[in-house]
Structures are given as structure tokens and as C-alpha cells.
């Protein structure tokens, strides 16, 4: 029995694996192996807690109050960090800008562009019509004329042909002679360029019989119209008709009954010039003709060439109503430059007009500029 329990136990009480049993030698070499790993890793910690602990002696102050002030200052920094992290996250994530309201900004945006854009073009075209507008109140016709009967006989009796004469005077007497005839035929095209729209084209004809006198205009392009009227010197009344339709540059259609039946100062009240003097529409006189830009040369063939720039306020006494009544507009024009040619033959008999323009107009509140001519040949 004593030999059988001093011998070693194949096999383990607890687990019941089989014990391999090892020389002494053998675990005395083994457990020499672990002391040395343990000891190994003992050092590795003991270097890292010491390097550890350098870091953290650096990082402290000396004192105590240093030590609170740090913390302090540390807890400020981290709830300013933490405020604007909130605040970030509140304007992305707590009250999203939706996309309607990013359009609707967008479009309010725009909408006070515009209107500050219009409105200062606006006001920047409204004080410059009003700045270059002319006082036609302060004009009368009577002391603007020259007394075409007196200069045309003084022409004549002086003998002198027309490249003798002054502008104002050729003019004056040809015009003179023109009233005095009993028929003539005429014959007018033109065009209109405004700064903003299409070119606005213009013809018609001009007409004496008798006592009858007829004129009709017709102007195609942005603003289509046309007009056509009738005057009777013995009755001084005139029938006006407006079209009802531009077919085109040279037709249209009238009603049947006169749009307008006016007397003669009704008619010289809208339109201006008076209803029996159709193809001159402004007041050409001594006092008219800009100084120094007149002129009269022959052109051969008996026929006599003048030329001469009007004045921009005094000429267009009249004419400003005429343009203003067959535009539509709802103020006078402005003229900055009129430039009048005519050709006469030596008798002082028109052969042919033009003339020449340049003025601004206002619609609806935009200021445009424009360019344009009236030919007219007297057959």
C-alpha cells in the first residue's frame, strides 16, 4: 500500500487529463523562463509609468491658485467650444432654411433690384426730360413770321436771283408763293429710328384743289397709324379720319365717318400748324435760322439749293403738337437738332423739302432718343 502512494498520479483528480510528469530540471528551467518575462514586462511598465509621470509633472502649474485658474480657463474654452458647436447645429439642424424660403428670398432679392434699378432709370430719364424741357408758353407765332408778301416782293423788285438771297429769304418767299397757289400735288416718305423699337417708316401725299385741301400719313412699324384729313378753306371746317386698320406702308383702312370733325382753331389747337399750310410744318424765319449755318449755292439746271439748322424751341412752336397728337404721347417732344434743305427754282418755287431731326420722347416713363426725315416733292 505505501509503495502505490508514493508513486505519482497519471491522472488529474480535478480535470481527469492525463499528467505528464516532468523533471525536476526540466521545471526549474521553465519557471526560470517565466521570472525572467515577468521581470521583463515589470521594467517595460515601470519606464512608462516614470515617462508618464514627467508628462503630467510638465503639464501641471507650480501652485495651487495656478492649478484653479488652468481648470477654469480650461472649462471656459470647453463650453465656448461646446456653445458653437450648438449654435452650428441649431441654425443646420434646428431650424433648417427650407427651399421655398430660399427661393422666395431669391426672388425678393430680385424684385428690390429691379425696382431700385427702374425706379432710379426712371428718375434719371424724368429729371433729364424735365431739365431739357422747353417753356412753349413764352413763344407767340405773330412775332416769329416774317411778312412773306413784304420779302418776296423785295426779292423780286431787287432783281437779285435766289444764290444772291439769304436763306431766310428764298425760303420765306418760296413759301409765300406756295399759299398763293391754286393746285399742287406732293409726294412725302420718311422714317423714324428710335433708340429702343424698330425703325417707324412714313409716307403719305399732300393735296390742293381749290379751296379743298387733303393730306394723309401713313407711319408703319412699332406703332402702326395712319391718318387722313380734308379741310375746306370756305368753310374752315376739316373732317379728320383715323384708320381702323394699317394694311400697309402706303394703304390703309378709314371708317366711313370722320373720327374728328374740327374748325379751324380746334385744328390748329391739336395739330399746330395751320390746316391749308401742310408742308411746312415748323415756323421758318429770319428769326428761326440758327446764325451762320445757312447757305444757298446753284445746283445747275436752274434750280437753287439752301440749306440751314432751326432753332430747337422757337421753330417747333407749333410742330411739337402734331408729333405729340399722331404719337400718342402724353408730353411734347424735345428737339436737339433740325436740319432744313430745299431746292427752288429761279422763279423761288419749292421743288423739293427736307428735313432732318433729331429729338427724345418719354414712354411710359423711358426716355428715348430719335432720328428721322420727311422728303417731300412738289409735282
Same mark, same amino acid.
Given at each position: 500500500?505505501?509503495?502505490?502512494?508514493?508513486?505519482?498520479?497519471?491522472?488529474?483528480?480535478?480535470?481527469?487529463?492525463?499528467?505528464?510528469?516532468?523533471?525536476?530540471?526540466?521545471?526549474?528551467?521553465?519557471?526560470?523562463?517565466?521570472?525572467?518575462?515577468?521581470?521583463?514586462?515589470?521594467?517595460?511598465?515601470?519606464?512608462?509609468?516614470?515617462?508618464?509621470?514627467?508628462?503630467?509633472?510638465?503639464?501641471?502649474?507650480?501652485?495651487?491658485?495656478?492649478?484653479?485658474?488652468?481648470?477654469?480657463?480650461?472649462?471656459?474654452?470647453?463650453?465656448?467650444?461646446?456653445?458653437?458647436?450648438?449654435?452650428?447645429?441649431?441654425?443646420?439642424?434646428?431650424?433648417?432654411?427650407?427651399?421655398?424660403?430660399?427661393?422666395?428670398?431669391?426672388?425678393?432679392?430680385?424684385?428690390?433690384?429691379?425696382?431700385?434699378?427702374?425706379?432710379?432709370?426712371?428718375?434719371?430719364?424724368?429729371?433729364?426730360?424735365?431739365?431739357?424741357?422747353?417753356?412753349?408758353?413764352?413763344?407767340?407765332?405773330?412775332?416769329?413770321? !416774317?411778312?412773306? $408778301? #413784304?420779302? @418776296?416782293?423785295?426779292?423780286?423788285? %431787287?432783281?437779285?436771283? &435766289?444764290?444772291?438771297? /439769304?436763306?431766310?429769304?428764298?425760303?420765306?418767299?418760296?413759301?409765300?408763293?406756295?399759299?398763293?397757289?391754286?393746285?399742287?400735288?406732293?409726294?412725302?416718305?420718311?422714317?423714324?429710328?428710335?433708340?429702343?423699337?424698330?425703325?417707324?417708316?412714313?409716307?403719305?401725299?399732300?393735296?390742293?384743289?381749290?379751296?379743298?385741301?387733303?393730306?394723309?400719313?401713313?407711319?408703319?412699324?412699332?406703332?402702326?397709324?395712319?391718318?387722313?384729313?380734308?379741310?375746306?378753306?370756305?368753310?374752315?371746317?376739316?373732317?379728320?379720319?383715323?384708320?381702323?386698320?394699317?394694311?400697309?406702308?402706303?394703304?390703309?383702312?378709314?371708317?366711313?365717318?370722320?373720327?374728328?370733325?374740327?374748325?379751324? !382753331?380746334?385744328? $390748329? #389747337?391739336? @395739330?399746330?400748324?395751320?390746316?391749308? %399750310?401742310?408742308?411746312? &410744318?415748323?415756323?421758318? /424765319?429770319?428769326?428761326?435760322?440758327?446764325?451762320?449755318?445757312?447757305?444757298?449755292?446753284?445746283?445747275?439746271?436752274?434750280?437753287?439749293?439752301?440749306?440751314?439748322?432751326?432753332?430747337?424751341?422757337?421753330?417747333?412752336?407749333?410742330?411739337?403738337?402734331?408729333?405729340?397728337?399722331?404719337?400718342?404721347?402724353?408730353?411734347?417732344?424735345t428737339f436737339k437738332a433740325i436740319i432744313v434743305?430745299?431746292?427752288?427754282?429761279?422763279?423761288?418755287?419749292?421743288?423739293?423739302?427736307?428735313?432732318?431731326?433729331?429729338?427724345?420722347?418719354v414712354y411710359f416713363g423711358v426716355m428715348a432718343?430719335?432720328?428721322?426725315?420727311?422728303?417731300?416733292?412738289?409735282?
Amino acid at each position: 500500500m505505501e509503495e502505490n502512494n508514493q508513486k505519482p498520479q497519471k491522472y488529474s483528480l480535478v480535470t481527469g487529463q492525463r499528467i505528464k510528469n516532468k523533471s525536476v530540471r526540466k521545471l526549474k528551467k521553465e519557471h526560470s523562463a517565466l521570472n525572467k518575462e515577468k521581470s521583463k514586462k515589470q521594467k517595460l511598465l515601470s519606464k512608462r509609468k516614470q515617462k508618464f509621470n514627467k508628462m503630467l509633472e510638465k503639464s501641471q502649474p507650480v501652485n495651487a491658485g495656478e492649478s484653479s485658474e488652468l481648470t477654469q480657463n480650461t472649462n471656459q474654452q470647453a463650453a465656448r467650444s461646446e456653445e458653437r458647436v450648438l449654435i452650428v447645429r441649431r441654425a443646420e439642424e434646428g431650424n433648417p432654411v427650407s427651399r421655398k424660403r430660399k427661393i422666395l428670398n431669391l426672388f425678393s432679392y430680385a424684385l428690390v433690384g429691379f425696382v431700385a434699378i427702374f425706379f432710379g432709370y426712371f428718375s434719371g430719364n424724368l429729371y433729364i426730360a424735365n431739365k431739357d424741357k422747353v417753356d412753349f408758353g413764352k413763344f407767340s407765332e405773330e412775332s416769329l413770321r !416774317d411778312n412773306g $408778301r #413784304a420779302v @418776296y416782293e423785295a426779292v423780286i423788285s %431787287s432783281g437779285r436771283t &435766289p444764290d444772291r438771297c /439769304s436763306a431766310s429769304e428764298v425760303f420765306v418767299s418760296a413759301e409765300y408763293l406756295l399759299s398763293q397757289m391754286e393746285n399742287y400735288d406732293a409726294t412725302v416718305v420718311g422714317a423714324i429710328q428710335p433708340s429702343i423699337g424698330k425703325e417707324q417708316s412714313v409716307n403719305g401725299f399732300k393735296k390742293k384743289t381749290g379751296s379743298l385741301i387733303e393730306v394723309e400719313s401713313i407711319s408703319l412699324g412699332m406703332l402702326p397709324v395712319a391718318e387722313i384729313y380734308q379741310y375746306d378753306m370756305q368753310t374752315r371746317i376739316a373732317q379728320i379720319y383715323k384708320a381702323t386698320k394699317v394694311d400697309s406702308a402706303i394703304s390703309a383702312t378709314y371708317p366711313t365717318t370722320p373720327t374728328w370733325v374740327m374748325n379751324y !382753331d380746334e385744328f $390748329r #389747337a391739336e @395739330y399746330g400748324s395751320a390746316p391749308e %399750310s401742310p408742308l411746312v &410744318p415748323y415756323i421758318i /424765319s429770319s428769326k428761326t435760322i440758327m446764325s451762320g449755318t445757312d447757305s444757298v449755292k446753284s445746283i445747275g439746271g436752274g434750280k437753287y439749293q439752301i440749306k440751314f439748322n432751326l432753332t430747337t424751341d422757337s421753330a417747333v412752336f407749333n410742330y411739337v403738337k402734331q408729333v405729340k397728337h399722331m404719337s400718342g404721347l402724353k408730353d411734347y417732344p424735345t428737339f436737339k437738332a433740325i436740319i432744313v434743305t430745299a431746292v427752288v427754282d429761279s422763279d423761288f418755287n419749292f421743288v423739293s423739302l427736307r428735313f432732318d431731326e433729331a429729338y427724345t420722347v418719354v414712354y411710359f416713363g423711358v426716355m428715348a432718343s430719335c432720328t428721322g426725315y420727311l422728303e417731300t416733292k412738289i409735282i
